[in-house]
């Protein structure tokens, strides 16, 4: 059974300061992986999805990059900004296709 | 373009109970999937649909819980005899098919007294 698990459970940073979220996953017998945000008593939002055969996706200031052989994905966020205070979820598709989320990281991001 | 819509966005229902939610995918999406998210499990799987293929159930937690999707577009999620343990937020997600990017509705928060 496919387990992820994210680290740390929770993280504050001052704004302006880089931050590395971690993502690991148990089995490697993956399709794609992704990371979303939610923001409190909202859904998910789509950041970055990784396929397979990938190493990394850039979108703006987000940069995932996947390691599927060690299961492993971080999600950096440069230059952090109080917006981006919010719940961060990776997410792994396997058989079925259905995702496996991870536990998440309570992101806040202070003035 | 409109994004996935559900309804409906609370209810609270009485323990015993039937209820009904509603998930509207994104036009042309083909795949559709419900989640469950509550506060001692975190994020999990239910049920996905993939075109006029049968469904994969594999994450419904008892028989108190069924869906349909009809005509390949709205799905309903319906939970019979609702249980206490049955409040959290449900979520619907649609892709346009199968492995891609998954967008998600806003979900329907279910609480059971």
């Known amino acids: 059974k496919q387990e992820v698990t994210q680290i740390p459970a929770a993280l504050s940073v001052p704004e302006g300061e880089n931050l590395v979220l971690n993502c690991s996953f148990t089995?490697?017998?993956?399709?794609?992986l992704q990371w979303f945000r939610q923001d409190p008593g909202k859904g998910l939002t789509s950041l970055l999805l990784?396929?397979?055969?990938?190493r990394e996706q850039t979108s703006g200031r987000l940069n995932a990059s996947l390691d599927k052989s060690s299961g492993r994905s971080t999600l950096y966020i440069a230059a952090s900004q109080p917006g981006d205070s919010a719940t961060y979820l990776c997410a792994v598709t396997g058989g079925g296709n259905k995702l496996t989320f991870g536990t998440g990281t309570q992101l806040k991001v202070e003035l | 373009g409109a994004g996935v819509s559900q309804s409906p966005s609370n209810k609270v229902t009485e323990k015993g109970k039937d209820v009904e939610l509603r998930c509207d995918p994104i036009?042309?999406?083909?795949?559709l999937y419900w989640y469950r998210q509550s506060l001692g499990q975190g994020l999990e799987f239910l049920i996905y649909?993939?075109?006029?293929?049968?469904?994969?159930k594999s994450g419904l937690p008892s028989d108190r819980f069924s869906a349909e999707r009809t005509g390949g577009s709205v799905s309903t999620l319906t939970i019979q005899r609702t249980q206490q343990e049955d409040s959290a937020v449900y979520l619907c997600?649609?892709?346009?098919?199968?492995?891609?990017?998954?967008?998600f509705g806003p979900g329907t928060r279910l609480l059971v007294l």
């Open positions: 089995d490697s017998a993956i399709y794609n």
């Open positions: 649909f993939q075109g006029n293929s049968a469904p994969d």
């Open positions: 990784i396929q397979s055969s990938q």
């Open positions: 997600a649609s892709s346009f098919y199968g492995k891609e990017t998954q967008y």
């Open positions: 036009s042309g999406h083909t795949a």
